[in-house]
Protein backbone atom coordinates (compact mmCIF):
# COMPACT_ATOMS: atom_id res chain seq x y z
CA UNK A 1 0.00 0.00 0.00
CA UNK A 2 1.30 3.24 -0.98
CA UNK A 3 1.24 5.74 1.79
CA UNK A 4 1.91 9.58 1.02
CA UNK A 5 2.63 11.14 5.04
CA UNK A 6 3.57 14.87 3.20
CA UNK A 7 0.85 16.86 4.16
CA UNK A 8 -1.23 14.23 5.39
CA UNK A 9 -1.92 15.42 9.00
CA UNK A 10 -4.84 12.72 9.78
CA UNK A 11 -2.69 10.27 8.72
CA UNK A 12 0.53 11.25 10.33
CA UNK A 13 -1.55 11.96 13.48
CA UNK A 14 -2.87 8.02 13.20
CA UNK A 15 0.65 6.97 12.70
CA UNK A 16 2.05 8.58 16.22
CA UNK A 17 -1.22 7.03 17.70
CA UNK A 18 0.14 3.19 16.34
CA UNK A 19 3.89 3.86 17.87
CA UNK A 20 2.29 5.12 21.35
CA UNK A 21 0.41 2.05 21.30
CA UNK A 22 3.26 -0.25 20.40
CA UNK A 23 5.20 1.29 23.54
CA UNK A 24 1.90 1.39 26.03
CA UNK A 25 1.85 -2.50 25.11
CA UNK A 26 5.72 -2.89 25.48
CA UNK A 27 5.50 -1.21 28.70
CA UNK A 28 2.81 -3.10 29.87
CA UNK A 29 4.80 -6.36 29.45
CA UNK A 30 7.76 -5.29 30.79
CA UNK A 31 6.01 -4.04 34.08
CA UNK A 32 2.60 -5.76 34.68
CA UNK A 33 0.84 -2.16 35.28
CA UNK A 34 -2.52 -1.97 34.23
CA UNK A 35 -2.57 1.48 35.21
CA UNK A 36 -1.28 1.87 31.56
CA UNK A 37 -4.59 0.41 30.20
CA UNK A 38 -5.91 4.27 31.07
CA UNK A 39 -3.36 5.16 28.58
CA UNK A 40 -3.96 2.81 26.40
CA UNK A 41 -7.79 3.34 26.42
CA UNK A 42 -7.52 6.70 25.28
CA UNK A 43 -4.77 6.40 22.32
CA UNK A 44 -7.11 3.64 20.58
CA UNK A 45 -10.07 5.50 21.14
CA UNK A 46 -8.36 8.45 19.10
CA UNK A 47 -6.91 5.86 16.97
CA UNK A 48 -10.40 4.89 16.31
CA UNK A 49 -12.01 8.19 15.57
CA UNK A 50 -9.17 8.63 12.54
CA UNK A 51 -9.89 5.00 11.25
CA UNK A 52 -13.12 4.49 11.53
CA UNK A 53 -14.63 6.76 9.45
CA UNK A 54 -11.53 7.09 7.06
CA UNK A 55 -12.28 6.59 3.26
CA UNK A 56 -8.66 6.65 1.92
CA UNK A 57 -6.72 3.22 1.41
CA UNK A 58 -4.69 3.83 4.30
CA UNK A 59 -7.45 2.94 6.66
CA UNK A 60 -9.51 0.87 4.64
CA UNK A 61 -6.55 -1.56 4.17
CA UNK A 62 -6.10 -2.04 7.90
CA UNK A 63 -9.47 -2.52 8.55
CA UNK A 64 -9.40 -6.11 9.80
CA UNK A 65 -6.25 -5.29 11.80
CA UNK A 66 -7.59 -2.13 13.19
CA UNK A 67 -10.84 -4.04 14.35
CA UNK A 68 -8.56 -7.02 16.06
CA UNK A 69 -7.04 -3.83 18.21
CA UNK A 70 -10.51 -2.54 19.18
CA UNK A 71 -12.07 -5.97 20.22
CA UNK A 72 -9.16 -7.07 22.09
CA UNK A 73 -8.98 -4.34 24.22
CA UNK A 74 -12.82 -4.37 24.47
CA UNK A 75 -12.22 -8.27 25.78
CA UNK A 76 -9.49 -6.59 28.32
CA UNK A 77 -12.10 -4.10 29.53
CA UNK A 78 -15.10 -6.79 29.58
CA UNK A 79 -12.54 -9.21 31.48
CA UNK A 80 -11.17 -7.00 34.20
CA UNK A 81 -14.74 -5.72 34.79
CA UNK A 82 -15.34 -9.23 35.30
CA UNK A 83 -13.68 -10.15 38.13
CA UNK A 84 -15.62 -10.18 40.99
CA UNK A 85 -12.71 -10.20 44.35
CA UNK A 86 -10.93 -6.97 43.10
CA UNK A 87 -7.57 -9.63 42.45
CA UNK A 88 -6.09 -10.81 39.43
CA UNK A 89 -6.34 -14.68 39.20
CA UNK A 90 -3.99 -16.63 36.65
CA UNK A 91 -6.53 -16.96 34.82
CA UNK A 92 -7.34 -13.51 34.15
CA UNK A 93 -3.53 -12.50 33.77
CA UNK A 94 -3.33 -15.41 30.90
CA UNK A 95 -6.15 -13.59 29.10
CA UNK A 96 -5.13 -10.38 29.46
CA UNK A 97 -1.97 -11.28 28.04
CA UNK A 98 -3.25 -13.08 25.08
CA UNK A 99 -5.65 -10.19 24.86
CA UNK A 100 -2.61 -7.51 24.80
CA UNK A 101 -0.25 -10.35 22.11
CA UNK A 102 -3.11 -9.76 19.84
CA UNK A 103 -2.92 -6.40 19.89
CA UNK A 104 0.63 -5.54 19.75
CA UNK A 105 0.79 -8.27 16.73
CA UNK A 106 -2.21 -6.53 14.97
CA UNK A 107 -0.25 -2.82 16.02
CA UNK A 108 2.95 -4.41 14.01
CA UNK A 109 1.12 -5.84 10.90
CA UNK A 110 -0.22 -2.52 10.26
CA UNK A 111 3.00 -0.63 10.86
CA UNK A 112 4.64 -3.21 8.18
CA UNK A 113 1.39 -2.35 5.80
CA UNK A 114 2.66 0.82 6.06
CA UNK A 115 6.54 0.26 5.26
CA UNK A 116 7.40 1.68 8.64
CA UNK A 117 8.95 -1.68 10.17
Known sequence: MATDLAGNEKLQK???LLSDLNH??????ASGKIEIL????????????????GEEEAYTAIEEDAQAIYKNFNAIVAMLKSNENGTF?????NAVKTFLRNIFDANLRILTAYGLV
Open 89 to 93: DKATN
Open 38 to 53: HKMNGTIRDMYEIQHG
Open 14 to 16: FIA
Open 24 to 29: ECAEVF
